[in-house]
């Protein structure tokens, strides 16, 4: 099939290289616009037009795909089919009707749970034993169309989200090839999704990234590591906001009998740990305002910290 690949962060990159590596005739790639980065905010091409560039094929960077001239320039690529991993804006049915096949997604969630922007972080958060990919086709309604294939994936006990979503991406590269070989040879059928077992996975804000000292051990946990890397979990010491990388729940004996109120701080030599509503969490790395990623031991004697002193 001719195919047109939309996507735009790293993420999508494996998705890319595979259809380009596949069967298919990769005729162009739709992406977000360049956008300013770094301390100078200068333009900088998402990384699926670095990738797209490196493999020679055109790129289209429409501010919205409602644009006429976009839709004019895909029409004229004649795309079969438009895979689509992390495009990040909404495609009007203006752009939806343009290929024969739709427009396929590959979603890093078992659809139908966790529909929206950020499923990854949000099957972290919960304690999701297991998740997945999932490609469908795409509809007006949010991550609602009919599904093509699946795979699953054994959500780890210490995984970041961004561990968690590097393992997705690759595996899914293979789902969303393999998808579009069953479109084309048409032993692939859509089927709707079902109406039970739907969740909602909102983007996470910097707000949702505050870790709330007065739950559980394993609750702070999951929230730590369901924000990294991004948005970066955080607490506050005193008026600075500290961010935080992921905590460990194994903590010595005396630590856990001293019993810490929540974000009641208990002060070692080589380690700094903090009260929950369960047991204490040892601290990772941490970084102070203006300060660069250390472990918690260093910041605690840096800053000169005591046992009792409060987070949060």
Request: negative net charge.
């Amino acid at each position: 099939m001719r195919v047109v690949f939309a996507g735009t962060p790293e993420v999508a990159v494996p998705s890319l290289r595979a259809v380009a590596a596949s069967g298919h005739e990769l005729v162009g790639v739709v992406t977000r616009p360049d956008a300013p980065a770094g301390r100078g905010r200068r333009l900088v091409a998402s990384p699926v037009a670095e990738a797209a560039e490196e493999l020679g094929v055109p790129v289209l960077k429409p501010s919205h795909p409602r644009e006429e001239d976009f839709q004019a320039a895909l029409r004229g690529w004649e795309p079969d089919c438009c895979p689509v991993v992390a495009y990040g804006a909404l495609l009007p049915q203006s752009a939806l009707d343009i290929p024969p096949h739709g427009w396929v997604n590959l979603h890093f969630s078992l659809l139908p749970a966790w529909r929206g922007a950020a499923p990854v972080q949000h099957a972290v958060r919960a304690g999701d034993e297991f998740t997945g990919a999932t490609t469908f086709r795409i509809v007006r309604a949010m991550d609602a169309g009919p599904t093509f294939g699946v795979m699953t994936e054994r959500v780890r006990p210490t995984d970041t989200a961004g561990d968690l979503l590097g393992r997705l991406a690759v595996a899914g590269a293979d789902l969303l090839v393999a998808t579009l070989d069953g479109i084309e040879d048409g032993s692939l059928e859509a089927r709707e999704q079902p109406e039970d077992g739907v969740s909602h996975a909102p983007k996470v804000e910097v707000a949702d990234a505050r870790v709330d000292w007065s739950e559980p051990a394993a609750a702070v946990d999951r929230r730590i590591r369901s924000c990294t890397p991004a948005p970066g979990a955080w607490t506050t010491h005193g008026e600075d906001r500290l961010k935080l990388g992921p905590v460990a729940l194994d903590v010595p004996d005396d630590v856990r009998a001293a019993r810490p109120a929540p974000g009641s701080l208990v002060v070692r030599k080589n380690a700094v740990y903090v009260g929950t509503a369960t047991s204490p969490v040892r601290l990772g790395e941490v970084k102070a305002t203006g300060k660069r990623m250390m472990p918690a031991a260093d910041w605690a004697r840096g800053a000169r910290l005591a046992d009792g002193e409060r987070l949060g």
